[in-house]
């Protein structure tokens, strides 16, 4: 782990002064080498799955880990698009004048070294590694036991692009080892590595904000909320809670309470029971949600607080925009957030009062996605309210240095 972080801090010299023209002519190589190995990256893929069928995964984690040949796609596409991104890199902000007559700005540079910890999905090295490659960053990519002949076979696709643009190969790394061992090192070498982003579970990401000496950009939980107003739109808010639900249910933007205003309850509700029913998704409610749907399960207090990941959805019915907000607050993990409304005031309140990094109106949460989001791709979703929020895309991978231009003015 001390190589790789020595190697990675030479390559991210390196990377900082590369031009635009080098790093998305290696992110268009790369694009090319994923969409002709993609039959090898299949084959992997099969290894790793058949291993993880064997140690008994659960299916949300077996689906994250699948490749298919539209994820493999939309893995090439992203590559692509965040080749035709602009680069942040050098963007100078802010020239004023100061009284002394010197010139004074904000230049936007790399972190340097990221290192990226993730679980099952392998699509994740792909996305990793042309972000952090776009902004300048070199990186250090530590995926999962149970994906490690994806991930080595997707590495092998970067390295061959980075050699085709002419950048150091160790501007991306994979560690070889699915030694948790190397977790613990490579969090505590602040001397090779800048910041840290873990992509995982809540047991994954507890561990690391807890132990790490770098910064983490992280979240721990995705317990998204869509709240149906009294004055919605029934047939849009219908489509979008079954879409927030159900799109994909391993996923951190997926919908895990349902709130419905009293008012509409009984009118929308049974509807989206049908839905539901037609999805195999298990339902479990307040009291007055099972008043009106009889046959679904208690809510306890634990469901407001769970992040499923699965077909399970928790639903409760309340009194007005006041009542869903409080539950936000006292239950959000502030992530993503949507309410179905027509009503503008109502909307605007919601958007300024929920404290969470995505907030929406009439739109489902599974948009809370850096490809959604116009970033190309994401490093990772950041409930955190410090350098960056929200998807973390190129933007949020740089930071900014002041700059100063003189005339060989001396301070008096």
Sequence with gaps: MQTLGQHARQASRALACASTEVKNKALLAMATEIRAAAETLKLENARDLDAGKAKGLEAALLDRL???????ESMAVGLEQIAALPDPVGEVSDMTY???????????????VVGIIYESRPNVTADAAALCLKSGNATILRGGSEAIHS??????????????????????????????????QLITMPEYVDVIVPRGGK????????????????????????????????????????????????????????L?????????????????????????GCSRTRAILADINAATDDDWDTEYLAPILSIKVVDGLDAAMEHIHRHSSGHTESIVTENYQRARRFLAEVD??????????????????????????STDKIHARGPVGLEGLTSQKWIVLGSGQIRK
Excluded: W
């Design 98 to 112: 100061r009284p002394s007559g010197i010139q004074l700005g904000r230049m936007r540079v790399p972190l340097g």
């Design 151 to 184: 991930n080595q076979a997707i590495a092998a696709c970067i390295r061959r692009g980075l050699e085709q643009a002419g950048l150091p190969d160790t501007a991306v790394q994979v560690v070889q080892t699915t030694d948790r061992a190397a977790v613990g």
């Design 356 to 381: 969470s990094s995505s907030v929406m109106v009439n739109a489902s949460t599974r948009f809370a996605d850096g490809f959604e989001y116009g970033l190309g791709a994401e490093i990772g979703i």
């Design 203 to 258: 047991g994954l990401i507890e561990r690391i904000s807890q132990e790490a000496r770098v910064p983490v950009i992280k979240h721990l939980d995705g317990i998204c909320h869509v709240y149906i107003d009294r004055d919605a739109d029934l047939a849009m808010a219908e489509d979008i809670a079954v879409n927030a639900k159900c799109h994909r249910y391993g996923v951190c933007n997926a919908m895990e309470t349902l």
């Design 260 to 284: 419905v205003h009293s008012d509409v309850a009984e009118q929308i509700l049974p509807r989206l029971a049908v839905r539901y029913a037609d999805e195999q998704v298990e339902l479990r």
């Design 66 to 72: 699948t490749l298919t040949d539209d994820r493999l």
